[in-house]
């Protein structure tokens, strides 16, 4: 049974920072590999999904990576801002799962302090 | 496109009593999704459906039905509302199986 974890579960910065999430997930049949973000009592919002095939996905300042032999994926944010203040899900989709089904990790809570 | 929509958005039950929480997306996607959010814990999947009129039980369905007799609308049901379905509850659409999931604003439910 796949299981996603993140750890740590809260991080703290300064503004203008580089970080890195991380997310480890303990089956490699992974499909692809999802990255949200979650504001205080909203949705969740897609940031980037890296497929199976690929090493890493870019989007602006963040960047994904998948290492399946490993069973990790990282979440670099560059130079951050406050805004970027939120909690970071990941969630793989395995094969054979539940039609696409994402399991998630609990979250890192990120904060960038001015 | 309003994406995915939920509505309400806040509801408070007693015990025992019945509700049921609507979905619709506007991106004529075929997979959907219902997850529970607990506090401090990942998302789970409680139903899911490949398209109109095709359910299937997730990871945590007791308590809960779904009908998806439209590609837009996926209801979530509850029958007799429990203390253990306090919860955030999601809607995920997604255009294939292994797909990018979109999620709507969800709907968080307290039950006294």
């Known amino acids: 049974k796949q299981e996603v974890t993140q750890i740590p579960a809260a991080l703290s910065v300064p503004e203008g920072e580089n970080l890195v999430l991380n997310c480890s997930f303990t089956?490699?049949?992974?499909?692809?590999l999802q990255w949200f973000r979650q504001d205080p009592g909203k949705g969740l919002t897609s940031l980037l999904l890296?497929?199976?095939?690929?090493r890493e996905q870019t989007s602006g300042r963040l960047n994904a990576s998948l290492d399946k032999s490993s069973g990790r994926s990282t979440l670099y944010i560059a130079a951050s801002q406050p805004g970027d203040s939120a909690t970071y899900l990941c969630?793989?989709?395995?094969?054979?799962?539940?039609?696409?089904?994402?399991?998630f990790g609990k979250g890192t809570k990120l904060s960038v302090k001015p | 496109n309003a994406g995915v929509t939920q509505t309400p958005k806040f509801r408070i039950l007693k015990i025992g009593q019945s509700m049921t929480l609507q979905c619709t997306q506007d991106?004529?996607?075929?997979?959907m999704y219902w997850y529970r959010q607990d506090p401090g814990m990942g998302l789970k999947l409680i139903y899911y459906s490949v398209g109109a009129g095709i359910t299937d039980k997730g990871e945590v369905p007791n308590g809960y039905n779904v009908s998806r007799s439209t590609t837009e609308d996926f209801p979530l049901r509850l029958e007799l509302a429990a203390p253990s379905q306090t919860s955030v509850y999601f809607c995920?659409?997604?255009?294939?199986?292994?797909?990018?999931?979109?999620f709507g604003p969800g709907t968080r439910l307290t039950v006294l």
């Open positions: 991106m004529n996607h075929n997979y």
């Open positions: 969630a793989a989709s395995n094969y054979g799962g539940s039609q696409g089904n994402l399991i």
């Open positions: 089956d490699s049949a992974i499909y692809n």
């Open positions: 995920a659409s997604s255009p294939g199986q292994y797909n990018e999931q979109f």
């Open positions: 890296i497929q199976s095939s690929q």
